[in-house]
């Protein structure tokens, strides 16, 4: 009998050993796949970032930019005023932006940037389409789209924002569950 104890005792000493070089295993197998998956959705969302500028002249044309996106913080017009459709308290309803940067003379200095979520309304590209870089100034622009909602003063100039109410009704849940 003593012999058999002796005998379970060594192989109890074994198995926690065996089971510690497993979790480490696993434990590496499963950064791995985190690691794999966080790189995969970082793709993903790259990949859907359809920011780009739509030329209509040698001066005239416009941005048409997604928000939080690559282009957006080259522009500088992170502090547009948008709001997500798909936050559920909001039941699809939201805000696009449109962001003008004019020099110190108010004359604008940039193309404008649509910062949209969704598509682009045709109502607001034929707009941006009429402007002119260096021609254009910001009473143009008010006499346009009207009063800004954002100002934004900056060393070369102003950035005005103008905020644009959207509606998606597939981000509406309405309530129902």
Do not use: C
Not at 6 to 17: H, K, L, M
Not at 38 to 51: G, R
Not at 102 to 126: C, D, H, K, M, R
Not at 149 to 165: H, L, M, P
């Amino acid at each position: 009998m003593i012999r058999t104890v002796n005998q379970f005792t060594e192989g109890v000493r074994v198995t926690p050993r065996l089971r510690a070089v497993d979790l480490t295993a696993l434990a590496r197998s499963f950064v791995a796949v985190a690691l794999l998956m966080i790189a995969t959705i970082a793709f993903a969302a790259s990949w859907d970032d359809d920011s780009h500028y739509v030329s209509l002249g040698p001066r005239s044309g416009y941005y048409i930019v997604r928000p939080g996106s690559r282009l957006s913080h080259q522009l500088g017009v992170g502090a547009a005023p948008t709001i997500d459709t798909a936050d559920p308290f909001r039941h699809g309803y939201g805000a696009d932006a449109l962001a003008f940067h004019f020099n110190n003379a108010g004359l604008l200095s940039a193309p404008p940037a649509y910062i949209v979520q969704a598509n682009p309304n045709e109502f607001y590209t034929l707009r941006l389409g009429s402007l002119i870089r260096g021609r254009t100034t910001s009473r143009d622009v008010e006499a346009i789209f009207g009063k800004p909602q954002n100002i934004e003063r900056r060393f070369d100039g102003v950035v005005t924002y103008y905020a644009i109410q959207v509606y998606n009704p597939f981000e509406d849940l309405g309530g129902r569950r």
